[in-house]
């Protein structure tokens, strides 16, 4: 039979809060919110212990609390440009736009430590603040190398050096419904699975200045709740033991899908908790949901399920848009929109470079308009404007935005604009082009078109006066394309090569954990000022850097130690 699984779902603790406060300076003990506009979208544990609640509004939120930090989110297309600093002052909703993209990096940043520390974990992206990653591999290797130790030597009382049992092993965690078994098996996975939660909330803690809570248990849906149950900055493990009596009196909108419609459904039958549900006739819930439904949901109220931990693809497309209050048919307005928008996908498109080497290759133009300014919703394709060094300009996305609007029908007065990219392709690909172009003869400056038959219609501003590019890769012979992919492979191989190389100087023993509830004193002190978790580069040639000479990143074992031989 195979072993249980062990997995773990980590959640970051007031998550755009810690963004704001690590780059303002200000400490955990300070109460800060984080608004948009006049409301509050995220507060901090001070904040809540003085009553203040997230959706509060700003005024009230401060008559409670004088002392309330509140930090605007970033907005672009003000007259300052960036909302860089506290309070509301000049944001203006009609002519700027929030922008989330400071929160997209520290998670991208988060995401990119957890990936190069638990390299043989599957890690699935849930949301911008949480993850899960199912840790069964590692916990198989820790517990075998422990078990080949103990073979070698005098039999030690608990899982873990230093420590007595398995509350060793989970040491910093809150166990749901008492002890853990010593003689389960489970149990002694559970404990294994706690204790890479612990260093990996350290590693995340010592490395990029962020707490997080996690949860362990055997399925995502148990894991997810565990997280939530004991925040900010703690862990929660649920033994299977424990599942009957933790799921009968959970609320219903503290089990993921079972909140919004279904909730509601279910409260009018008289169900508000997931035991009620799992006591509610079976017969009554499939005649109400349907067979399958049913049985779906009687599994999630008695806390199973085996949805797998997955790997989320790439993002296949990304998004700038903008609503406005009142219909509007000013081209100049909405020229100035389209730079706005231009800018926060010019951003997005650099990031999602930086981490995956890639190139959008069309630019899609939404919008609603026409009539009174609602009545269709339409899009518009064209090619994403050539790359320069950084990507297109935001001049050139803009530009490109506005050729495409003034080509669609319909418009006026329109009440809402976007503009999204698609259509990915190897940034190798559109380089080695640039190469070949450059090689044929063609004029250098628009070597880095989009790749073959991708020629902007429009010019963009930042290549004003340059001539479109002058070969495409179909007209390159069939041996040189085969070339440019082996070199592409070549290229991504090496760039995943990167982690492996763990020096072996950061091997350390695991430590015992010096501290119950803070996650960074589980670190071995040659991990403290390691710096794997800012392998992220925010340019274009930060990246090509770093696929020159990778960097030697530590791994799970070479972090943790391996067992006393
Ligand atoms: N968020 C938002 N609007 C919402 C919910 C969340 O803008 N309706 C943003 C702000 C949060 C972030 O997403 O910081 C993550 O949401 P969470 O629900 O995980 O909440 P927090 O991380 O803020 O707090 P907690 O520690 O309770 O998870």
């Known amino acids: ?292 439904r049913a049985a779906w949901m009687l599994q999630a109220v008695n806390g199973i399920s085996d949805e797998p931990v997955q790997v989320r693809e790439k993002v296949k497309s990304m998004l700038a848009a903008k609503s406005f209050d009142a219909p509007t048919s000013d081209l100049a307005a909405i020229k100035r929109w389209f730079r706005v928008l231009g800018e926060e996908l010019s951003d997005r498109m650099l990031n999602d470079y930086s981490e995956h080497h890639r190139h959008p290759r069309t630019l899609t133009l939404s919008y609603r308009g026409g009539g009174n300014g609602y009545s269709t919703d339409r899009s518009k394709a064209g090619p994403m404007p050539r790359f320069g060094k950084e990507g297109p300009t935001i001049d050139a996305i803009a530009e490109a935005a506005m050729t495409l609007f003034q080509k669609a029908t319909e418009t006026l007065p329109c009440t809402r604009l976007a503009i999204s990219a698609h259509d990915f392709t190897p940034a190798a690909l559109t380089e080695q082009q640039g190469a070949i172009t450059k090689f044929f003869g063609g004029p250098a400056a628009t070597s880095s078109a989009g790749v073959a038959g991708d020629i902007p219609q429009s010019t963009p501003s930042s290549s004003k006066g340059s001539q479109p590019s002058a070969f495409s890769l179909e007209e390159v012979d069939i041996e040189r394309q085969r070339r440019i992919l082996q070199d592409i492979r070549v290229q991504q191989a090496f760039a995943s090569r990167g982690p492996d190389a763990a020096p072996d100087s950061i091997s350390v023993h695991p430590g015992a954990i010096s501290h119950p509830v803070d996650p960074q004193k589980c670190l071995p002190s040659k991990l403290q000022s390691h710096s794997a978790g800012t392998a992220l580069m925010h340019n274009a040639s930060n990246k090509r850097k770093r696929l020159d000479s990778p960097r030697k990143q530590p791994t799970l074992t070479s972090l943790f130690g391996r067992s006393k031989k």
Request: proline share 3%; with cysteine; aromatic share 4%.
């Open 1 to 292: 039979m195979a072993a249980a699984r062990v997995i773990l779902h980590i959640d970051l603790d007031c998550f755009y809060c810690q963004v704001e406060q690590k780059r303002l300076g200000i400490p955990a003990s300070v109460p800060v919110g984080v608004q948009q506009w006049q409301g509050l979208i995220a507060v901090n544990y001070a904040a809540r212990a003085a009553g203040i609640s997230r959706h509060m509004r700003v005024q009230e939120a401060k008559q409670h609390c004088p002392d309330l930090k509140t930090v605007h989110v970033q907005t672009l297309g003000g007259s300052d440009g960036n909302g860089e600093e506290y309070g509301t002052a000049n944001r203006d909703k009609s002519t700027e736009k929030a922008c989330l993209e400071r929160y997209r990096r520290a998670s991208v940043q988060i995401i990119s430590l957890l990936h190069s520390i638990a390299e043989k974990a599957v890690i699935e992206k849930a949301s911008i603040d949480e993850v899960y990653i199912d840790v069964s591999a590692l916990v198989d290797q820790e517990l075998q190398e422990r078990a080949a130790a103990d073979a070698h030597g005098p039999r030690r009382a608990g899982l873990r050096d230093g420590t007595e049992g398995l509350h060793g092993f989970a040491w910093g965690s809150v166990v749901v419904g008492g002890p853990l078994d010593e003689g389960s098996e489970c149990d002694q996975r559970l404990a294994c699975g706690a204790a890479i939660a612990c260093r990996l909330r350290g590693a995340v803690r010592e490395q990029l200045g962020f707490t997080c809570s996690a949860g362990i248990a055997g399925n995502k849906l148990l894991a997810k709740i565990a997280s939530a149950m004991n925040k900010p900055n703690q862990q929660t493990l649920v033994p299977s033991r424990a599942v009957p009596g933790l799921m009968s009196d959970l609320p219903l909108k503290k089990l993921r899908n079972f909140g919004g419609k279904l909730g509601i459904e279910l409260e009018a039958l008289g169900c508000t908790t997931a035991g009620e549900v799992a006591q509610h006739p079976q017969a009554a819930l499939e005649a109400r949901f349907g067979l399958q």
